[in-house]
């Protein structure tokens, strides 16, 4: 899934989370998740649909 700039569809890519990556949650915003993926050092929003809560891994 893709790592956003801001908590909107519209905004820039910063990068690609991809499954079975773990990543720890920073903060929420609506349906959103501002992460850090944990593999790449990414930090970004990511649409909270496409993640597991309890276990932060990418399951999309």
Avoid: Q
Wanted: proline share 2%; with cysteine.
């Amino acid at each position: 899934m893709t790592i956003r700039s801001k908590a909107s569809v519209k905004s820039t890519a910063v990068g690609i989370l991809y499954r079975g990556h773990k990543f720890t949650v920073h903060k929420t915003s609506g349906n959103w998740r501002y992460i850090t993926d944990r593999t790449t050092g990414v930090k970004g929003w990511v649409s909270a649909a496409y993640v597991y809560r309890d276990v932060p891994m990418c399951l999309d």
